[in-house]
């Protein structure tokens, strides 16, 4: 059976109405929320895995932390991962060689290996059962694509120090590839079971996590709570996927896509344990070609899971394909290229794809020096945050750190520009193509149970939800980041900004920035 939560729950738990694999005990997620004044050394806003890795390399070097999340730890994105750790990136290496040069390129390649390293130590030092393991990685042509971008990659890859070589057979594939990639030494865990014993260790060494706490602002001195309460603190730093302290400069660099994953079942030990990718499909876009990435992880005694992603959209613009066509244009691939029983998972998460391809790390441009980010997760959440939490730590630390200027927020990069506006521009046209602009034609009474619509009210555009009970819950249908018309994600059962990523939940808290403000509520509980 698939795993749901109540939609008026999302937000909390998780965020989204379907679980990942992953999410399985939201007590062990949830800490005492913060209902005092306080003082540290570093607050860091955002549970997931880029704040926990932030806040586990500052307790080490002896900081005193104070991390805050407004839901569960591993509510936002970490908890629907599907968990690669991967130095061998998607955005392709000669493309990353034309944009930031050889050199820079080789770093590139060697924080990630470095993030991987971290990993495995830190398993190992902390003693944390997370199912982490080396894993080779294959790379093989979409069938869109040609055995020219491999070759290209391959020679690219060889240039930045990566270790690949060419093969001939992909283990566990029916379907073989003419030709594939192999990247050895990548790896996978299980990132919640990962991303909690870095919390038993921060707090066992002095550090303070609390849940349930919105940060409502942020200033050089610290942050303020929703509740009221302060953590004054030396340093600030923002680690909550879509940073809510930028809202112009980040947004404008980076874009919000839907991405789509099932988990299936599949005999135990009969699949080996690798992870596999393609190339992407390059009809829909050469720049940034969705790809699919595929995986297996332990489930129970008689079977493992094969966890496959892919499909991915512009966040609030579904395109040629519904949501629920995303996960059966899924499974279908899946079931060509391998041999899989039930699907017993299937959830979505949100992907910050950075115009250039790497994550913004470091001082937050526009802000005081004294206050950091995290973001721009580009497909490789688990590794850009796991280098976001050494970066962070050692420029708070006042450490050099040579990874510094190719992860800096405020840079720009002509060589990108060409992809930069692209998506800016293309992005709001096709936000201004699908925006309701007659919600008046919507009928209350017509919206069924568990589902939504804009509709206006009161002379104005709201999105109206209906639960179980036939209650509706209507609310402002404009979002608090820039004033986009939200839409209806119908697999999540939350509303969902095209313009930046913003979405909230049917209750219309904020569930995932830039937007750090919930919807005005028009009608909490009512029937129509």
């Known amino acids: 059976m698939e795993s749901e939560t109540n939609p008026l729950e999302v937000g909390r738990n998780t965020s989204g109405e379907h679980l990942s694999c992953w999410l399985e005990n939201r007590a062990e997620r949830q800490y005492l929320p ?24 500052l307790v080490n070097r002896g900081f005193s932390v104070v991390l805050l999340e407004d839901g569960f730890l591993g509510s936002g994105e970490t908890g629907r991962t599907t968990a690669h750790l991967a130095s ?21 390649y060697q924080s990630h290996s470095a993030a991987i390293d971290f990993i495995e130590q830190t398993v190992r030092n902390e003693n944390i059962d997370c199912d982490f393991k080396r894993v080779p990685g294959y790379l093989f042509a979409h069938a869109s694509d040609t055995l020219e971008t491999l070759d290209k990659e391959y020679n690219a890859a060889l240039a930045a120090g990566a270790d690949v070589e060419w093969v001939d057979e992909i283990p566990g594939m029916k379907m073989q590839p003419i030709k594939s990639l192999k990247f050895n030494n990548q790896g996978q865990f299980h990132p919640m079971k990962y991303l909690l014993g870095l919390a038993e260790a921060i707090t066992l060494k002095g550090g303070f996590i609390y849940t349930g706490t919105h940060v409502e602002s942020i200033d050089e001195n610290g942050v303020t709570t929703s509740d009221g309460f302060r953590v004054d603190a030396k340093f600030i730093v923002v680690a909550t996927n879509s940073p809510i302290n930028s809202k112009y400069i980040l ?34 876009d050469k720049d940034t070609p969705p790809y699919h990435y595929v995986r297996t992880q ?42 899989i029983g039930e699907v ?17 790390i470091g001082r937050n441009a526009g802000d005081k020096d004294n206050i950091f980010v995290i973001t721009g997760d580009s497909g490789h959440g688990m590794t850009h945050s796991t280098i976001g939490g050494i970066l962070v730590a050692d420029l708070i630390a006042g450490n050099e750190n040579e990874w510094e200027s190719i992860y800096k927020p405020g840079r720009f990069n002509l060589k ?40 206006e009210f009161d002379g104005q555009k709201a999105g109206a939800y209906r639960d179980e009970r036939g209650m509706l819950h209507l609310v402002s249908a404009t979002c608090t980041h820039m004033g986009c ?31 750090n403000h919930p919807l005005d509520i028009l009608d909490e509980e009512t029937q129509y």
């Open 34 to 57: 913060l209902i005092v004044n306080t003082k540290t050394d570093v607050v860091v806003v955002g549970g997931g895995l880029a704040g926990i890795s932030v806040a586990y390399n």
């Open 344 to 360: 017993v998972f299937r959830w979505s998460g949100q992907v910050l794809e950075p115009y250039d391809g790497m994550a913004f």
């Open 485 to 515: 018309t939200v839409s209806w994600n119908n697999v999540e059962k939350t509303w969902d900004c095209a313009c930046h990523g913003s979405r909230f939940s049917v209750l219309g808290e904020v569930i995932n920035g830039p937007a």
């Open 88 to 108: 061998a990136l998607d955005d392709r290496f000669f493309s990353l060689e034309n944009i930031f040069g050889k050199d820079n390129t080789k770093l590139i």
């Open 416 to 455: 990108a520009s060409k992809i930069f506006f692209k998506e800016t521009i293309g992005t709001l046209l096709k936000y201004y193509k699908t925006r309701p602009d007659h919600p008046g034609s919507v009928n209350l009474a017509s919206i069924a149970l568990n589902d939504a619509a804009i509709v």
């Open 251 to 284: 947004p404008m660099k980076q874009y919000a896509y839907r991405t789509y994953a099932i988990g299936a079942l599949v005999k135990k030990n009969y699949l080996p344990e690798v992870l596999w990718w393609d190339t992407g499909d390059m009809n829909v």
């Open 298 to 339: 332990p489930y129970n005694i008689d079977y493992d899971l094969l966890i496959v992603g892919g499909e991915d959209h512009k966040t609030g613009i579904m395109g040629n394909y519904s949501e629920i066509d995303r996960y059966a244009n899924l499974e279908f691939w899946t079931r060509e290229r391998f041999d």
